[in-house]
């Protein structure tokens, strides 16, 4: 379903507004799965720790929407507050919009090394969490 969200938004923005991709499509393909592979991570995490789906549910909100404005996904980090801006670098989706930036602009993973360190540490502690604390019903 994501690939196919993500396919169709591509496939909005080339027609409806002659977006244009001049970056490294292996790049981008790599970025957005290890992307996917951490945020799925990160969301089992989060249903691991809370006592109820519907509990889950109402944490993921509360946690997606503030990231997704401070990381980098729905605004562009630059208009931020300098303070926000750090804090907002240590959050899972930052890195992942970093290495995504990169891509379309064709910049090196060397030149973000950090972001990939990140980016490993919260899939590495994600799945750690999920692991210890999920439980079978």
């Known amino acids: 379903m994501s690939a196919l969200g993500i396919s169709l938004l591509l496939l909005t923005a080339e027609l409806g507004y002659g977006l244009r991709f001049a970056g490294s ?3 981008a393909l790599a970025a957005g799965i290890l992307g ?8 089992c995490a989060l249903a691991a720790l809370v006592p109820s789906a519907r509990t889950a549910l ?3 909100f509360v946690v997606f ?9 729905a605004l562009p980090p630059e208009i931020l507050p300098e303070r926000v801006r750090q804090i907002a670098e240590f959050l899972p989706a930052t890195p992942i919009v ?4 990169a891509a379309w602009t064709t910049e090196p993973w060397s030149d973000h090394w950090r972001a990939l360190l990140l980016l490993a540490a919260w899939t590495a502690g ?3 969490t999920a692991s210890w604390r999920f439980r079978w019903q």
Do not use: H
């Open 36 to 43: 996917f592979l951490a945020m799925m991570a990160f969301g």
């Open 126 to 128: 994600s799945l750690a």
């Open 65 to 73: 929407y503030p990231m997704a404005f401070f990381s980098g996904m």
């Open 58 to 60: 109402v944490v993921a």
């Open 98 to 101: 970093t290495l995504l930036r």
């Open 25 to 27: 499509l292996p790049s």
